[in-house]
Antibody, heavy 122, light 106 residues
Framework: EVQLLESGGDLVQPGGSLSLSCGASGFTFSNFAMTWVRQAPGKGLEWVSTISDSGGVTYYADSVKGRFTISRDNSKSTLFLQMNNLRAEDAALYFC???????????????WGQGTLVTVSS | DILMTQSPSSLSASVGDRVTITCRASQTISNYLSWYQQKPGKAPKLLIYGASSLQTGVPSRFSGSGSGTDFILTIYSLQPEDVATYVCQQSYRTPPTFGGGTRVEI
């Protein structure tokens, strides 16, 4: 059974930093691109960032480019999101999500975690 | 970015009803369209991909259709457990973008 478990969400001040993790199990993690998607309270889903199966290629939404860094440790089946210079508009539930097929990025997601909550406030 | 627009934003129907939700893309996306079901506090669940392909394990009362810019999700015979928000998403071009969602109530 595929499982994705996010952690690391917290209350942080504007301008602060936070690191999110997503532990994966039930599939060969190193074969699939992985993605972070966020959902602000009462709002819709917003794609944040994607990393290729090997970790060699990354993609970012314009809203987070230069502030967020996605990475992965395939030996530990874990996905990360380092968030710096956080803004009020970054406050959201952050989901990690798995690509449906290996070898490439198909831009849709067959499994999602339950999310971890990031609050940005002074 | 490709804008995805869903209608209606919410609907109420009775158990056993047929429900249709529309999703429109701001430019053609061929059949690169997925539908998700999201229940409060839960992870989104993939229902349909490729506009009409049913994800493994999803009940057959869910059906997707359309191509180009206009797409439809149909729930045949609405069940109590289908109360949720339904979201479309295009995978034609980066960035992948989502519709605003349709809340389905009974």
């Amino acid at each position: 059974e595929v499982q994705l478990l996010e952690s690391g969400g917290d209350l942080v001040q504007p301008g602060g930093s936070l690191s999110l993790s997503c532990g994966a199990s039930g599939f060969t993690f190193s074969n699939f691109a992985m993605t972070w998607v966020r959902q602000a309270p009462g709002k819709g889903l917003e794609w944040v960032s994607t990393i290729s199966d090997s970790g060699g290629v990354t993609y970012y939404a314009d809203s987070v480019k230069g502030r967020f860094t996605i990475s992965r440790d395939n030996s530990k089946s874990t996905l990360f999101l380092q968030m710096n210079n956080l803004r009020a508009e970054d406050a959201a539930l952050y989901f990690c999500a798995k690509d449906p097929k290996g070898s490439g990025w198909y831009r849709f997601f067959d499994y999602w975690g339950q999310g971890t909550l990031v609050t940005v406030s002074s | 970015d490709i804008l995805m627009t869903q209608s209606p934003s919410s609907l109420s129907a009775s158990v056993g009803d047929r429900v249709t939700i529309t999703c429109r893309a701001s430019q053609t996306i061929s059949n690169y369209l997925s539908w998700y079901q999201q229940k409060p506090g839960k992870a989104p669940k993939l229902l349909i991909y490729g506009a009409s392909s049913l994800q493994t394990g999803v009940p057959s009362r869910f059906s997707g259709s359309g191509s180009g810019t206009d797409f439809i999700l149909t729930i045949y015979s609405l069940q109590p457990e289908d109360v949720a928000t339904y979201v479309c998403q295009q995978s034609y071009r980066t960035p992948p973008t989502f519709g605003g969602g349709t809340r389905v109530e009974i």
